[in-house]
């Protein structure tokens, strides 16, 4: 099994650009998460996601956008890139919400 | 509302015991704490699971008094592959399930 699997790695975007991050699971995990690291501070949560067709704001949902078609896969949308968006962006997932969750690699994003 | 507090670096030497607390006030009696590892370039990795008194697996023990205000991640006999940040994570109900990360404790194991 993959586990959490982040698409790209890597991405430079420009200002005012947008992109979606990508994340699928393949463990059939309820629950998906979205969170942003910024360099030495810990994990915030953007958006989470109990299950299909449903998606509920968390800390920092400003700037972001998320949908949840499919068990497996919780992509998150950058409309319009600023530089405050400029972090590590950590995709996981959950059997259920008191559960461990399992961790992608992350997406190392850069706005210049 | 729930908030968590951490040391923000410790610093140990092979095969010593550590000890990184977490002070979380305001927590729900049945929700879960729950400590993270993370190192460089990855994502972090479950470690321990606990709501109350002491629970040990293969790699760590979590202990938790019974006012719940606080718990400790306990590593014995550290090694230099220890070296990690290492996060706990609660979860408040009175926020709606809100998931609080902790800010993260830096470890560093010296030979």
């Known amino acids: 099994n993959a586990g959490v699997t982040q698409t790209p790695k890597f991405r430079i975007l420009k200002i005012g650009q947008s992109m979606t991050l990508q994340c699928a699971q393949d463990?059939?995990?309820?629950?998906m998460y979205w969170y942003r690291q910024d360099p030495g501070m810990g994990l915030k949560l953007i958006y989470y996601?109990?299950?299909?067709?449903?998606?509920d704001k968390g800390e920092v949902p400003n700037g972001y956008n998320v949908s949840r078609s499919t068990t497996e896969d919780f992509p998150l949308r950058l409309e319009l890139a600023a530089p405050s968006q400029t972090s590590v962006y950590f995709c996981a997932s959950s059997p259920g919400t008191a559960q461990p969750q399992h961790f992608g690699d992350g997406t190392r994003l850069s706005i210049l | 509302l729930a908030k968590t507090t951490q040391p923000i670096s410790m610093d140990s030497y092979e095969g010593q015991e550590v000890n990184i607390t977490c002070s979380h006030n305001?927590?729900?009696?049945?929700?879960?704490i729950t400590w993270y590892q993370q190192f460089p370039s990855q994502g972090p990795r479950f470690i321990i699971q606990?709501?109350?008194t002491k629970v040990t697996n293969e790699v760590a023990s979590l202990f938790i008094p019974a006012d719940r205000k606080s718990s400790t991640l306990s590593l014995p006999r550290v090694s230099l592959s220890d070296t990690a940040v290492y996060y706990c994570?609660?979860?408040?109900?009175?926020?709606?399930?809100?998931?609080?990360f902790g800010q993260g404790t830096e470890l560093s194991v010296k030979p």
């Open positions: 606990g709501y109350k």
């Open positions: 994570l609660v979860v408040d109900h009175n926020q709606g399930g809100k998931l609080i």
């Open positions: 463990m059939n995990h309820n629950y």
């Open positions: 996601s109990v299950g299909a067709g449903i998606t």
């Open positions: 305001n927590i729900a009696t049945n929700d879960y």
